[in-house]
């Protein structure tokens, strides 16, 4: 185990170091010839391998293969070529020690004060949907040693895994006369490290999912940044977002057209409103026009209709105070009646798979206004994971992606329910999937008309909703609220009969849950009484 050597200096992030040499082996070439020039425009030479030195010999830069410093060819169709003490000699070797320099000296190691990486694309080629083979195949063993060993000796090699990097270190050598400053090289060797860890989860959670292991050994977890936040939840806690390089659509794969950054709620909120209106399916392949309005990662109206337009004033209707300031998700096109109907509510965010041209002229004049296009629905069934920070730990589980077919749906009182009352209970049931437990829905016709949810009793819930169907009721001027008649949704199941006749109170005739309470008999019997059709899923959907 190494120990501490007395004859090493401390680090100094003002102290300079001289560039002579850089090594260059990346995957990706879209700058690699400006900089290579750049690099030799300032004296400094350059030593490469594979491809990439091709690349460069091709474009009429001097350049060495990196055989002529090992004395030893590429191999095994190129997996074997920088593994060699040549290379990580001159990466690590410390130019502050005699020892190490007379070992440089004594073997004809040329010490490289640059190194230019970037690794094999093995997200790429998951994300792309490659086989097995070609994953394997993309992952990179010399690049990442090589990076590791270069950050590892930051006191005198600066480590470059993109070509933003390359930028800076061009920039640092104009401005300390062709020398790169400690500062640089230890910011660099920090990205290089959280590059390095980042691609090792990548690589670790495949093989986790091809091995259908939910908890292996070691949980590892990774992300490139995708934008720094202003803060978090709260303006005095620091935040950012990464994206995981998965391909699902959604809010980290979207773009946004217009409008001020999103926020760390924003985020949240945005990806609570599109993981909902999936549930409903893809518009452009033949499912209705859905919409899906949140506030504070709970929603505050949902509908389905013929057309957005619809959709939005019906899902609005449900709770239009909690609307306001709220964020909009739509299941397809978003078109020119449906912007012009959004923008006479304050929102913050709307996010589609695609808009017209002309929906997007009418959020242009709404500066602070995000509209995000995501290009797809993200797919509802798919596996994925989640966790969770806890005091000294990660909870980790699958991502809810439970699903009740019809023949799964058991009907338990004497009354079944009408095709109507069905509808409207898949669709209540769809939403309590997404509320915050304890959770309770009202449906009516194809919209939700009072949503209950977080609370910590179940009969709270379903009052809260009743209240919220009444003050819509109000708002609106309708002779009574829409839960008259409605299906109701219990996210998991009554453990009394008291907030299944809360629930009856409201004018629910039909009630959808998972059942399985130890008075489950006598919530039934209660049901009876009330002429109530039930059903029971067999699943719960608790959201914590």
């Not at 501490?4 to 003002?14: G, M, Q, S, T, Y």
Request: charged letters at 20%; glycine letters at 8%.
């Amino acid at each position: 185990m190494p120990i501490p050597n007395p004859d090493l200096p401390p680090f100094d992030r003002a102290r300079l170091a001289p560039v002579k040499r850089a090594l260059l082996s990346v995957s990706d070439k879209s700058r690699l010839i400006d900089q290579a020039r750049e690099l030799h425009a300032r004296g400094v030479k350059l030593v490469s391998t594979g491809g990439t030195r091709a690349a460069i010999e091709a474009a009429g830069i001097p350049v060495k293969d990196v055989s002529e410093l090992t004395k030893f060819p590429e191999m095994m169709d190129g997996r074997v070529k920088t593994l060699h003490p040549m290379v990580h000699g001159g990466l690590l070797g410390d130019r502050d020690l005699a020892s190490h320099k007379d070992a440089m000296h004594g073997h004809g190691i040329l010490s490289i004060d640059v190194l230019i990486v970037n690794l094999y694309p093995f997200e790429k080629a998951v994300t792309s949907g490659g086989s097995y083979e070609m994953c394997v195949e993309n992952i990179d063993i010399g690049g990442p040693a090589m990076i590791r060993a270069a950050a590892k000796n930051h006191a005198h090699v600066a480590v470059c895994t993109d070509a933003q990097d390359v930028d800076a270190v061009l920039a640092d050598m104009d401005a300390n006369n062709g020398q790169t400053s400690g500062a640089l090289r230890q910011k660099l060797a920090a990205k290089t490290y959280a590059r390095s860890a980042a691609y090792d989860a990548a690589i670790a959670n495949y093989f986790a999912d091809h091995l259908g292991d939910p908890a292996p050994a070691y949980r590892a977890q990774g992300g490139a940044l995708k934008q720094a936040l202003r803060y978090g939840e709260n303006p005095h806690q620091k935040a950012a977002f990464y994206s995981d390089g998965s391909p699902r659509a959604g809010v980290a794969t979207a773009q946004q057209l217009q409008g001020k950054a999103l926020s760390y709620n924003n985020i949240n909120d945005t990806d609570a409103a599109y993981e909902l209106v999936a549930e409903f399916g893809d518009n452009s392949q033949g499912d209705k026009p859905a919409v899906a309005i949140i506030k504070h990662a709970n929603p505050c109206g949902v509908a389905v209709a013929d057309d957005y337009i619809t959709a939005y004033k019906t899902a609005l209707a449900c709770d239009p105070v909690s609307a306001f300031g709220g964020i909009v998700a739509l299941n397809g096109n978003l078109d020119k009646a449906t912007a012009t109907e959004i923008v006479k509510v304050f929102t913050e965010v709307v996010i589609a798979p695609s808009a017209d041209e002309d929906a997007i002229a009418v959020f242009a004049k709404k500066k602070n206004l995000r509209l995000l296009i995501a290009g797809g629905l993200p797919d509802i069934r798919a596996a994925s994971i989640t966790q969770r920070n806890v005091a000294g730990g990660i909870l980790v589980q699958d991502r809810d992606n439970g699903y009740v077919a019809d023949e799964d749906l058991k009907v338990v009182t004497k009354r079944k329910p009408s095709p109507a009352e069905m509808a409207d209970m898949r669709m209540a049931w769809k939403v309590a999937k997404h509320v915050k437990s304890n959770a309770i829905i009202y449906v009516k016709d194809g919209a939700t008309a009072g949503i209950g949810a977080g609370q910590m009793s179940r009969i709270d819930s379903a009052r809260i909703a009743a209240r919220k169907a009444q003050d819509a009721q109000a708002a609106a001027g309708w002779d009574a609220p829409r839960t008259q008649g409605c299906a109701c949704a219990s996210d998991a199941f009554f453990p009394f009969a008291d907030g299944m006749l809360a629930a009856a109170a409201a004018g629910a005739t039909a009630i959808i849950q998972p059942g399985g309470s130890i008075r489950d008999d006598e919530v039934i019997k209660a049901a009876d009484e009330q002429g109530i059709a039930m059903v029971f899923t067999g699943m719960r959907h608790f959201r914590h």
